[in-house]
């Protein structure tokens, strides 16, 4: 069945273009809204184009006194209306059984599918809280870096360590960092996002444990240069020549602001001086290429530029992350290390959690899991439908769905603001990532 995704204030009330129908009109092909609370049915749309004799039996057997159609949205007319005929002696018994098993089947069903929604928004609502203590302890230790600058890099220290922890101890499952700019500093919420991106890459390049942890931690201080610059210069996208010479003195200044912690270790300091090194040699501070630049810089580059694409300070310039995969990998390819960056397209999927695609009966979702190894077009998709609570939000698993697939990703800019609000509520492009063993 075909979900639709429009739904009036009131489920009883007819939506603009609908009609009032009762079950003799059903037919496959048909379009029914029911009027009633989603958990009191057992479809998982309240909205859909009725697939097969089965559905219009089972609607029926509801006993509902009326029901909305769309005929703009129907692929064949409703029946005439006629008036009800009651079943024949055993046969209908037989049948009034048979449509109460299919139907308790249907909702034992349709509770297994909440139950699975329920545990995997239990683990996202865990990793937000996760993000958001993280990212007050972050840029609670930027803000006070110049003061004392050895405590601030034992805050992070700990912040790297317990994401880094986190994510080896569960690689398979649901665990989402969702960079949240719109409730946290901007600084702290770009280097959060930055170490998990970069943790993912180090993970999938198979670096050791320690490494990852001094990997996080640069990650996490990458920018802490930017500190004394003008937030003007920061933002802006067309810097003059004495703009960008500021702009890109955060480098070195970070770098020495770092070396004033004392007993850091040589990656973590590289990825401070040289992540805005390119592998053409086309970058900055040093203009080194290739090899000659440091791999836990080439790792946080990668980060850096991904989180950029997706959260820039101009919010009306955002892409979604398959877009900016796309263009990491299209047209900035010669900026980077080409064997990290294969690695992290791999570790991201071909659709990254916060996509919004459309699928391939026409439904928009938001992509919040990532696909299974050997299936990467089959993530899990929360599926944009109003009439359904977010809370309760319809999330279907590609990967076992059999028939439905994405179609396409979408442009954030190119969807409207209310459905937007359903399948990403913080607004300023949140993204999220599932760390899974490739």
């Known amino acids: 069945m075909t979900g639709d995704v429009s739904a009036a204030p009131d489920a009883a009330t007819p939506n603009a273009g609908e009609i009032c129908i009762d079950a003799s009109q059903l037919r496959p092909g048909v379009h029914v809204r029911l009027p009633v609370p989603w958990m009191d049915h057992q479809f998982m749309f309240n909205s859909f184009v009725i697939a097969d004799e089965e559905q219009a039996r089972l609607i029926a057997a509801m006993k509902l006194p009326q029901l909305f159609c769309d005929p703009a949205r129907c692929k064949v007319a409703p029946l005439p209306q006629r008036a009800a005929e009651a079943p024949a002696g055993n046969d209908g018994e037989a049948e009034k059984a048979q449509l109460a098993a299919l139907t308790a089947a249907r909702m034992a069903e349709k509770r297994e ?126 810097r003059n020549r004495h703009e960008e010479v500021i702009y890109q003195s955060h480098c070195r200044a970070g770098h020495a602001e770092a070396l004033r912690a004392g007993n850091l270790s040589p990656p973590l300091l590289e990825a401070i001086l040289h992540h805005h090194e390119r592998f053409d040699g086309g970058g900055f501070p040093d203009r080194l290429s290739g090899s000659a630049i440091p791999l836990s810089a080439r790792l946080v580059a990668i980060a850096n530029r991904f989180d950029n694409l997706v959260n820039p300070p101009d919010t009306r310039r955002a892409m979604s992350p398959s877009e900016a995969l796309s263009t990491l990998w299209t047209r900035e390819q010669k900026a980077f290390d080409a064997t990290l960056l294969q690695l992290f397209v791999r570790a991201m999927g071909v659709y990254p959690p916060g996509s919004i695609v459309q699928l391939s009966d026409g439904r928009i979702g938001a992509v919040v899991g990532s696909a299974p190894t050997g299936q990467p077009l089959s993530p899990k998709v929360m599926i944009y439908a109003p009439e359904v609570p977010r809370r309760q939000s319809i999330i279907i698993d590609l990967a076992s769905e059999g028939v439905v697939k994405i179609d396409r990703p979408l442009r954030l800019q190119e969807r409207p603001a209310e459905e937007l609000d359903y399948l990403l509520p913080r607004r300023k492009i949140n993204w999220s990532y599932m760390a899974e063993q490739k």
Request: net charge positive.
């Open 113 to 238: 599918r909440a139950r699975v929604m329920s545990e995997l928004r239990g683990r996202l609502d865990k990793a937000q809280e996760h993000y958001i203590s993280s990212a007050r302890e972050v840029g609670g230790a930027i803000r006070s870096f110049s003061v004392n600058p050895r405590a601030a890099v034992e805050r992070v220290a700990r912040v790297s360590e317990n994401t880094t922890t986190a994510l080896l101890a569960d690689p398979d499952s649901a665990i989402v960092l969702i960079a949240e700019k719109a409730h946290d500093d901007g600084h702290a919420a770009h280097s959060l996002s930055v170490m998990t991106l970069a943790l993912l890459l180090g993970k999938q390049a198979k670096l050791p444990e320690q490494a990852l942890r001094a990997l996080g931690i640069g990650a996490l201080l990458h920018d802490i240069g930017k500190l004394a610059i003008r937030a003007s210069i920061l933002r802006s996208s067309e």
